[in-house]
């Protein structure tokens, strides 16, 4: 997986472990965003295409 920066991997107590998990969720989240995004956009380009495609089929 990716790294996690400032979790010692040498301590298990429950503070350290919650403060790693809620990093990671916060890493995962930005990920999910910046992929939402970039999958709108790939959606936006594709209609934008589709739609320039009909319309000079109909022209013709």
Not at 3 to 27: M, T
Request: charged share 25%.
């Amino acid at each position: 997986m990716f790294p996690f920066w400032g979790y010692p991997f040498c301590s298990f107590d429950k503070n350290s472990i919650a403060v790693h998990q809620e990093r990671k969720l916060h890493f995962l989240k930005m990920i999910r965003d910046s992929l939402e995004a970039r999958i709108a956009a790939m959606n936006a380009a594709i209609e934008t295409i589709e739609r320039q495609t009909r319309q000079s089929e109909n022209d013709t």
